[in-house]
C-alpha cells in the first residue's frame, strides 16, 4: 500500500527465497510399488491367496499393510498435499506441524553485528514465536496466491475476474472467508487487492459494474495485503506483457531491493530515500523511439505497519530527505517503491475503492442513520483493517454511499483515492514487507519471484 509525503496519515529480495510446499510423506505401497490386492485379512487362506498372487508371503503382507496407511489418512490435515490452481486448499493443512517457512534472513552489520549472537537478543527473538508464525503463514499465503496470479492473469480478463481470484485465493488459504461477523478480523484480507494500470500509481480496485479489461500494452502494479490476526503482509508487483517496459520493471525493484539492503534498526529513514532514489534514477527506458528517465514518485512512501494497521504513522520516502526518523527493534516496515516515466509526482483522482476505519477515531455524533449503521458493520467486519466498497457489497450493504461520505467527512473513516501521474505515462512497483527482528532483519514475504 502506498503512503503520500504531502499527507500526514499517509495515504497511501541471503538469495532467493524458494516457496515450499512440504508434503507429508506416506508409507504408500510395497518396496516394487505394486498395489494392494484385497482387503487386509488375517486367515490362513487369504495368506496362501497372497502367496499366489505375490512371491513371499511375508512380504506380500508387508506391503499391505503399508498401503492401508495412506487409506486412513486420506482427506486429513497429515495426508500428502499441494495447493490447488486456484488456490483453495487451507494452508495450515499444508503445514500441519504449524511451522511455516521463514522468509529471507539478513544479519545486521556494523555496529549491530553483536546482535547475532547476542543471548540477550536471542531470548528476545524466542519471546515473538507467535509473532513470527502469524506473519510467516501470512506471508506464504501471500506467495502462493501472488505466484498463482502472476501465472493466470492475461490480457482480456476484466479487473473484476483478477480482483476477485486473488480475493478469494486468500481467505480460502487463511480459513477465513469474512462473511461472518469478526471473521476478517481474525484473519484474511489485509489490504484491497490494488491493481492500478499504467499512470494509476496505487489505490485503485475494481468497484461495483466495472467493467474496465487488462490490455496487452498495459503496465499493471498488483498490491494487495494478508493478515494473520492483524499481523498483516503487504507486498506488490508489477506485470507488463511487453518486454519493452522491462527496463522500468528493473529500475523499480531493483530500487525496492536497495531500501530492504539499507533498511535496518538506527537506520534514518532519509537516508534510505536517497539510497532509493540513486538506484532508481540510475535507469532509462525506451517507448515508442523515445527515452525517458526513470523517476522515483517523490510523493509516495514505503511506512511501518503495526497491528491491525496498514500505516503506523512513520513514512519510508524514496527520494533523498532529511528526515532522520530511525527505524527501531521490533518494527515491521513495507518497504515500496514507485518508478514512472512521468512528472514523478502524483495527485488524486478517479472513483475511490479504498476505505480504512481512523484508529483514532473521533467519538462524533452521526446524524445520518446510513452512517451509524454502516459504522456498526465496519466496526464488527474489519475494525482498522482496509477494505474496499465491493467488501461492503458482498456483506450485502446497498445503498451506503451517503454514509460512507458521511462517516470520511466526519474523520472517522479515511478514504485513499487512486493516486496517478500524467496521462499517457508508465508507473511501476515493487514491495516487500520486513521485520526487524531483535537479532536479524527478516524480509518476511520474498519468494522466488521477487
Known amino acids: 500500500m502506498a503512503a503520500t509525503l504531502n499527507e500526514d496519515l499517509g495515504k497511501l529480495q541471503v538469495d532467493d527465497f524458494k516457496t515450499i510446499n512440504r508434503s507429508a510423506k506416506s508409507g504408500a505401497g510395497g518396496a516394487d510399488g505394486k498395489p494392494e490386492n484385497g482387503d487386509n485379512d488375517d486367515s490362513d487362506e487369504d495368506k496362501e491367496n497372497e502367496i499366489g498372487n505375490h512371491e513371499g508371503g511375508a512380504e506380500g503382507a508387508t506391503k499391505k499393510k503399508k498401503k492401508r496407511k495412506p487409506k486412513k489418512k486420506k482427506g486429513t490435515s497429515d495426508g500428502a498435499k499441494v495447493q490447488s490452481s486456484p488456490p483453495r486448499v487451507l494452508l495450515s493443512s499444508l503445514f500441519p506441524s504449524g511451522q511455516y517457512p521463514e522468509g529471507e534472513i539478513v544479519e545486521y552489520g556494523n555496529e549491530n553485528s553483536y546482535r547475532t549472537t547476542s543471548e540477550e537478543k536471542r531470548h528476545l527473538d524466542r519471546m515473538n514465536n507467535d509473532f513470527l508464525s502469524d506473519y510467516r503463514q501470512g506471508a506464504e499465503i501471500h506467495r502462493q496466491v501472488r505466484q498463482w496470479a502472476q501465472k493466470n492473469i492475461k490480457p482480456g ?79 506488490a508487483f508489477t506485470l507488463a506483457f511487453d518486454p519493452v517496459y522491462d527496463n522500468l520493471l528493473a529500475a523499480v525493484k531493483a530500487a525496492t531491493n536497495t531500501g530492504i539492503k539499507e533498511a535496518g534498526i538506527d537506520v534514518r529513514v532519509g537516508d534510505i530515500g536517497a539510497a532509493i532514489q540513486e538506484t532508481m534514477e540510475s535507469y532509462e527506458v525506451e517507448i515508442g523511439g523515445k527515452t525517458y528517465p526513470v523517476k522515483s514518485i517523490r510523493n509516495l512512501n514505503g511506512h511501518d505497519i503495526i497491528p491491525y494497521t496498514i500505516h503506523g504513522g512513520k513514512s519510508v520516502p524514496i527520494v533523498k530527505s532529511s528526515d532522520q526518523t530511525k527505524m527501531e527493534e521490533g518494527e515491521t516496515f513495507a518497504i515500496e517503491t514507485f518508478g514512472s516515466t512521468g512528472k514523478g509526482y502524483v495527485r488524486d483522482d478517479l472513483e475511490t475503492s479504498h476505505y480504512a476505519k481512523r484508529a483514532d477515531a473521533p467519538n462524533a455524533a452521526l446524524r445520518v442513520s446510513s452512517a451509524r449503521t454502516l459504522l456498526n458493520v465496519i466496526n464488527k467486519n474489519f475494525g482498522t483493517i482496509p477494505f474496499c466498497r465491493r467488501y461492503l457489497d458482498r456483506l450485502g450493504q446497498d445503498k451506503y454511499l451517503l454514509g460512507l461520505n458521511n462517516l470520511v467527512s466526519s474523520g472517522i473513516v479515511e478514504s485513499y483515492p487512486p493516486l496517478v501521474d500524467v496521462k499517457g505515462s508508465y508507473t511501476a512497483q515493487f514491495e516487500h514487507t520486513i521485520l526487524l527482528r531483535p537479532t536479524v532483519k527478516e524480509v518476511i514475504s520474498r519468494g522466488d519471484d521477487y
Open 157 to 235: 480478463q476484466t479487473l473484476t475476474e483478477i480482483a476477485e481470484g486473488i480475493e478469494d485465493g486468500t481467505r480460502a488459504l487463511t480459513g477465513h472467508w469474512g462473511l461472518e461477523e469478526g471473521d476478517n478480523i481474525k484473519g484474511g484480507v489485509g489490504f484491497p487487492t490494488g491493481l492500478n494500470i499504467n499512470h494509476i500509481a496505487a489505490h485503485y480496485s475494481p468497484n461495483a459494474g466495472n467493467k474496465t479489461i487488462l490490455k496487452q500494452e498495459d503496465v499493471m502494479k498488483v498490491d494487495f495485503g494478508v493478515h494473520i490476526n492483524g499481523r498483516i503482509v503487504d507486498s
